[in-house]
């Protein structure tokens, strides 16, 4: 029997204020790690979670956390967050420097270590990348805003990376990152991915206290 899909809700779609009883709420559920956004301005037009939100969190749980890198310096930014063992990381491989050198750095942090594909940027980096990569997240949306909608290319590509990552010697999860509806979900899963990034379109668009009623729903929809 294959492993249940991995869901790893996105903390910049909460409220700042609604953040203890989120949390609280995917503690009481089964999420892989917290998705944590941070957006600088310059990678994507927008500004999102930065050292002093991931402090907030950590000081609320020990869950993993995804530390999702949408900025143009990830070469120093991995090196001077509190990213911790347990944790997974990723960043936009096109605007490092040195893309296979940031993934061994989280590694040796005892991360996951990933890199994380917007709509356009060639597949060609998992290959390349295979031997240090732990997953890989792929957008199905322009990074930087929540409520969009999947691109018409997404699925075609997500069943391209998992046919490259199929190839590895090691377990290689397959994220998808935005607009991952029930509907879409079960498309996204049937292509090859193994965790969901849920938002504003699924589990975060009716308050904390709908999260853990809206996680089972959720799950019986995609596997049903
Ligand atoms: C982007 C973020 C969120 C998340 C939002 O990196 O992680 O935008 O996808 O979810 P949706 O697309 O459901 O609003
Ligand atoms: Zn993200």
């Given at each position: 029997?294959?492993?249940?899909v991995k869901?790893l809700?996105?903390?910049?779609?909460?409220?700042?204020?609604?953040?203890?009883?989120?949390?609280?709420?995917?503690?009481?559920?089964?999420?892989a790690?917290?998705?944590?956004?941070?957006?600088?301005?310059?990678?994507?037009?927008?500004?999102?979670?930065?050292?002093?939100?991931?402090?907030?969190?950590?000081?609320?749980?020990?869950?993993?956390?995804?530390?999702?890198?949408?900025?143009?310096?990830?070469?120093?930014?991995?090196?001077?967050?509190?990213?911790?063992?347990?944790?997974?990381?990723?960043?936009?491989?096109?605007?490092?420097?040195?893309?296979?050198?940031?993934?061994?750095?989280?590694?040796?942090?005892?991360?996951?270590?990933?890199?994380?594909?917007?709509?356009?940027?060639?597949?060609?980096?998992?290959?390349?990348?295979?031997?240090?990569?732990?997953f890989?997240?792929?957008?199905?949306?322009?990074?930087?805003?929540?409520?969009?909608?999947?691109?018409?290319?997404?699925?075609?590509?997500?069943?391209?990376?998992?046919?490259?990552?199929?190839?590895?010697?090691?377990?290689?999860d397959i994220v998808?990152?935005?607009?991952?509806?029930?509907?879409?979900?079960?498309?996204?899963?049937?292509?090859?991915a193994t965790g969901l990034?849920?938002?504003?379109?699924?589990?975060?668009?009716?308050?904390?206290?709908?999260?853990?009623?809206?996680?089972?729903?959720?799950?019986?929809?995609?596997?049903?």
């Amino acid at each position: 029997m294959s492993e249940p899909v991995k869901i790893l809700p996105s903390l910049m779609c909460e409220r700042p204020w609604e953040m203890p009883e989120y949390v609280a709420a995917f503690e009481e559920s089964h999420v892989a790690a917290i998705h944590f956004d941070v957006m600088d301005g310059h990678y994507v037009p927008n500004l999102m979670l930065g050292t002093d939100d991931l402090a907030a969190v950590r000081s609320l749980t020990s869950l993993p956390v995804d530390v999702h890198l949408m900025a143009t310096n990830p070469d120093d930014l991995v090196r001077i967050l509190d990213i911790r063992a347990g944790d997974w990381c990723s960043f936009h491989p096109e605007v490092a420097l040195q893309p296979y050198r940031i993934l061994q750095d989280i590694r040796e942090k005892g991360a996951r270590a990933g890199v994380a594909l917007s709509p356009a940027v060639p597949v060609s980096y998992v290959e390349e990348c295979l031997e240090v990569l732990d997953f890989v997240l792929v957008m199905a949306v322009n990074p930087g805003f929540a409520g969009q909608k999947m691109v018409p290319g997404h699925l075609g590509k997500l069943a391209r990376i998992a046919s490259v990552v199929s190839g590895a010697d090691h377990p290689v999860d397959i994220v998808v990152d935005g607009n991952t509806t029930p509907e879409h979900a079960r498309a996204m899963v049937a292509a090859g991915a193994t965790g969901l990034v849920v938002g504003t379109s699924t589990l975060l668009k009716e308050g904390p206290d709908r999260f853990v009623a809206l996680e089972q729903e959720y799950r019986k929809a995609i596997e049903g």
